[in-house]
Structures are given as structure tokens and as C-alpha cells.
């Protein structure tokens, strides 16, 4: 039997499954509900996206500071900051923990609390370098720049967050 026979003998069965013919694409949804319907669909994965790229930037920070950046290079810039010593490694170690928890919970609790904080946070931290690193700010690679879409990517979660 040919691949068209074979889908000719399958229709019937088909349409009573269904109960009715099956519809051609362009009757399979109403025009007047495409808008909605691709709202929806883009709502299933957005957030799971958005939280997913977020954890990632927060978690790889967190290791970057801890193991790959040199630590020298990092309490030399704390130091310019006004950190020196005991309270400048406290400060190294305590914010790289702090986005290693940020990034964790963006997987495992995320809500409108924890988005908050992280918009808190970024703009603490982009506060520092602006005062105490500038040169950052006009980086020609723009890492402190970069905080603009996340800015806009935690605002787009908290707009359609329903956990708190």
C-alpha cells in the first residue's frame, strides 16, 4: 500500500476520533485567537528562559570570583574601594557567595522577593564600581553595561511574577 492509501484509510478514523473532519492548518485556530494563543505559548517558556540565563550569569560570576579570577587582581580593586586586609577578602568571598546564592535561588525559589533583591543588588554593586572603579563605566567591552538588559530582563520577571 502507498503512503497516500495508507493516509487515505487512516482519515475516517480520524475524523471519528475527533468526531468531526479534521480541519485544514487554516482553520485549526480562529484568527481572532492567535494573539492570545501565541501570548500563551510564549509565556510557557519565557520565564523558565529568563530565570535559567539569570541563574547562569549569578552562578558563573559567583565561580569566576571564587576560582578563576586572580585574587590578587580582585583585593587590588577592593582596595581601591577602601577595603584592605581581613575586610577586603571578607567582602571578595562574601560577594561571590552572595551570587552563588542569588544564582541557586533563581532556580529553586524564584519570586517577586527574590527579584527585588537581585535589582537591589546590581544597582549596589554598579554604585561601587561607578564610585570606586570608573574606568568601568567607559570599559569599550561595557561590563558594567551589561547590567542594563539584566536590569530589564529582572523587571520583565517581577512584572509577571505571582510568587511572592
Same mark, same amino acid.
Given at each position: 500500500?502507498?503512503?497516500?492509501?495508507?493516509?487515505?484509510?487512516?482519515?475516517?478514523?480520524?475524523?471519528?476520533?475527533?468526531?468531526?473532519?479534521?480541519?485544514?492548518?487554516?482553520?485549526?485556530?480562529?484568527?481572532?485567537?492567535?494573539?492570545?494563543?501565541?501570548?500563551?505559548?510564549?509565556?510557557?517558556?519565557?520565564?523558565?528562559?529568563?530565570?535559567?540565563?539569570?541563574? /547562569?550569569?549569578? *552562578?558563573?560570576? #559567583? &565561580?569566576?570570583?571564587?576560582? @578563576?579570577? +586572580?585574587? $590578587?587582581?580582585? %583585593?587590588?580593586? !577592593?582596595?581601591?574601594?577602601?577595603?584592605?586586609?581581613?575586610?577586603?577578602?571578607?567582602?571578595?568571598?562574601?560577594?561571590?557567595?552572595?551570587?552563588?546564592?542569588?544564582?541557586?535561588?533563581?532556580?529553586?525559589?524564584?519570586?517577586?522577593?527574590?527579584?527585588?533583591?537581585?535589582?537591589?543588588?546590581?544597582?549596589?554593586? /554598579?554604585?561601587? *564600581?561607578?564610585? #570606586? &572603579?570608573?574606568?568601568?563605566? @567607559?570599559? +569599550?567591552? $561595557?561590563?558594567? %553595561?551589561?547590567? !542594563?538588559?539584566?536590569?530589564?530582563?529582572?523587571?520583565?520577571?517581577?512584572?509577571?511574577?505571582?510568587?511572592?
Amino acid at each position: 500500500m502507498t503512503g497516500a492509501a495508507a493516509s487515505a484509510r487512516r482519515l475516517p478514523a480520524t475524523a471519528d476520533l475527533l468526531g468531526h473532519p479534521a480541519r485544514g492548518l487554516a482553520q485549526f485556530i480562529e484568527p481572532a485567537d492567535v494573539p492570545a494563543l501565541r501570548q500563551t505559548a510564549l509565556a510557557r517558556w519565557r520565564a523558565p528562559l529568563l530565570r535559567a540565563s539569570l541563574a /547562569t550569569v549569578w *552562578i558563573l560570576t #559567583g &565561580l569566576l570570583s571564587l576560582f @578563576a579570577f +586572580p585574587i $590578587g587582581e580582585s %583585593l587590588a580593586m !577592593l582596595a581601591r574601594l577602601g577595603l584592605s586586609g581581613g575586610a577586603a577578602s571578607s567582602a571578595l568571598y562574601a560577594g561571590a557567595v552572595l551570587d552563588l546564592v542569588l544564582g541557586i535561588a533563581s532556580v529553586i525559589r524564584p519570586g517577586r522577593r527574590l527579584w527585588v533583591l537581585q535589582i537591589v543588588v546590581i544597582i549596589g554593586y /554598579t554604585a561601587l *564600581i561607578a564610585y #570606586g &572603579l570608573p574606568e568601568f563605566i @567607559a570599559h +569599550p567591552f $561595557g561590563p558594567v %553595561l551589561k547590567n !542594563l538588559p539584566i536590569l530589564a530582563l529582572l523587571f520583565v520577571l517581577l512584572a509577571e511574577e505571582t510568587k511572592p
